[in-house]
């Protein structure tokens, strides 16, 4: 089970300070929640908290955590970092979703 990073998404994350990290302390919570036309969506967020129920991968330095019933989900996934002109967003290469609803902001499994 596992949830990577590219190269370009690793770079991102480090420049806003989730990594790298040698122990406790920072990271990039990766998640989903309920909501969208297609039902599920990605969240990404930093977290100084680790609890029980969550999944730790080591990628390069940067700590990825994911709570056990999302990895469910998007165990698999690839996350990257794209800059499209101005726009600029994390984008999923989940090989579990099924569908993605028109704008890309949610799917389903």
Do not use: W
Request: charged share 25%; hydrophobic share 40%; aromatic share 6%.
């Amino acid at each position: 089970m596992a949830v990577t990073l590219t190269e370009n998404a690793l770079k991102r994350v480090r420049a806003f300070g989730a990594g790298p990290t040698a122990g406790p302390g920072p990271g990039l919570r990766i998640g989903v929640k309920r909501t969208g036309c297609s039902g599920l969506a990605y969240v990404i967020n930093h977290v100084d908290h680790v609890s029980p129920d969550d999944v730790v991968f080591d990628q390069d330095g940067v700590r990825v955590v994911v709570d056990r019933q999302a990895l469910e989900l998007i165990d698999g996934t690839v996350v990257d970092f794209v800059r499209e002109g101005l726009n600029e967003a994390f984008r999923f290469r989940n090989p579990k979703a099924k569908g993605e609803c028109g704008c890309g902001e949610s799917f389903t499994v």
